[in-house]
């Protein structure tokens, strides 16, 4: 399949785009963003699988995290959209790989400052990566580790309906990993978890933030197509 006149790009060419991405001010940087966001936006199942093996395979998380250093809200937000739905399942069913290959090279650390961001979009797919993220129980120890979970919690009284929504899902799976990593004997000494994790104003807005997103249908994933035209934009 070819890559012009908006085909699919064949997955042999993945690392290739990623090596564009790691190249300060190539020219083609910022088509490489649009073709990846559309092949992330449109993968599930053993192609989401292959897709994911490919990108961590050739070192395209680290590459994906420098840019959320950038200073152009819309590199990273292209960034951030890759990485949260990278870190889904319902992209790919092997996500937890990824998960903690993001770890491994430190993305916490720029990807974390993205949740400051004067930027609607970025904070909103921000908070939709941190919530795929903590799915896992590492994860979700960093942000309780980063002190993240405050501003989380800040975030849910924001202005933008989707940062609301994603910062409560976020909010939600930190909650449920801390009970599973309590449940397991609360992981090293002296680094418990704090039973009174998240206000009980602040749960309270998750539970009515989750009663009215389900009265639309709430996807894990991001609704792509909506974020492609965003982006563009």
């Known amino acids: ?6 085909g ?3 997955l042999s060419a993945v690392p290739i785009l990623l090596q564009i991405l790691s190249t300060p001010n190539h020219y083609a940087r910022d088509e490489v963003l649009t073709l990846l966001c559309d092949l992330v936006g449109s993968a599930y199942g053993a192609e989401g699988a292959a897709l994911g093996a490919s990108i961590r395979e050739s070192g395209g998380l680290l590459t994906l995290s420098w840019l ?3 200073s152009d809200p819309s590199v990273q937000k292209q960034a951030l959209y890759i990485i949260a739905n990278l870190a889904s399942d319902a992209v ?3 996500s937890h790989l990824t998960k903690s290959m993001l770890l491994q090279c430190e993305s916490e650390y720029r990807l974390l400052p993205c949740l400051d961001s004067d930027d609607d979009e970025v904070l909103s797919y921000a908070c939709a990566a941190v919530q795929n993220l903590c799915h896992d129980a590492i994860w979700s120890r960093v942000l309780l580790d980063q002190d993240v979970v405050g501003l989380l919690e800040e975030l849910l009284d924001n202005k933008n309906e989707q940062v609301q929504h994603y910062a409560a899902g976020a909010i939600k799976n930190v909650v449920a990993a801390a009970a599973t990593i309590k449940a397991q004997g609360g992981g090293a000494p002296g680094r418990e978890v704090p ?11 998750v539970e009515e933030r989750a ?5 639309k249908t709430i996807q894990e994933r991001i609704a792509s ?3 492609q035209r965003n982006v563009r934009a």
Request: net charge neutral; charged share 25%; glycine share 6%.
């Open 92 to 94: 790919d069913p092997l």
């Open 8 to 10: 699919s790009v064949p």
């Open 225 to 227: 197509r909506k974020i």
């Open 211 to 215: 009663r009215n997103a389900s009265l």
């Open 195 to 205: 039973i009174s994790l998240v206000s009980e104003a602040a749960l309270l807005k």
């Open 1 to 6: 399949s070819s890559m012009d006149g908006g």
């Open 68 to 70: 959320l250093v950038e």
